[in-house]
């Protein structure tokens, strides 16, 4: 019997433990839903792959101003503009600077809002891999107006604080 209590004992620290966890979990993530609220409109960018290690680069852009960044810099090869396309649709073209020229043809897939990683407008860059091209291209996205660098987690963050 002295085995079935101190069993009994062991669940009730570790279900007691597991809600003292729980509390803090709670509380960064208040603490942490903070600071993400003055940054919820905003429009986020980043290289979602590890850059330089393989074919293909993703670039992601998350936020209200995603299809209009996208429509800045993508020349589609037939087809729409990326804001007149619809979620979960691919589209063949050419991504261009400033300066309207080609830095790389690309693959752009689009995700209309709820139906995204993170819950909001996402497109996806895909272009030739190498730490160069990617880092230039997400320099490029990044001039547009409202976009900003996103933090390292923050898509993932995102995708929490909208129930993803």
């Not at 850059?51 to 992601?60: D, N």
């Not at 309207?100 to 996806?124: K, W």
């Not at 272009?127 to 976009?147: A, E, M, N, Y």
């Amino acid at each position: 019997m002295q085995g079935c209590t101190e069993k009994l004992n062991s669940n009730l620290y570790f279900q007691e433990a597991g809600r003292v966890r729980s509390a803090f979990f709670f509380i960064f993530l208040i603490l942490g839903g903070v600071k993400m609220q003055q940054y919820s409109t905003d429009t986020i960018a980043a290289v979602a792959t590890p850059l330089g290690s393989g074919g293909v680069a993703v670039i992601r852009i998350s936020g209200q101003n995603a299809f209009s960044c996208a429509d800045l810099f993508f020349q589609p090869v037939r087809g729409s503009l990326p804001s007149q396309m619809q979620g979960y649709t691919c589209s063949y073209g050419y991504f261009i600077n400033q300066n309207h020229e080609i830095l790389d043809d690309v693959v752009l897939t689009a995700f209309r809002n709820p139906h995204s990683y993170t819950g909001e407008d996402v497109v996806e860059i895909s272009c030739h891999g190498g730490r160069f091209l990617s880092q230039k291209i997400l320099r490029t996205i990044l001039t547009c107006p409202d976009v900003r660098l996103a933090e390292a987690g923050e898509f993932t963050k995102r995708a929490f604080l909208n129930g993803k």
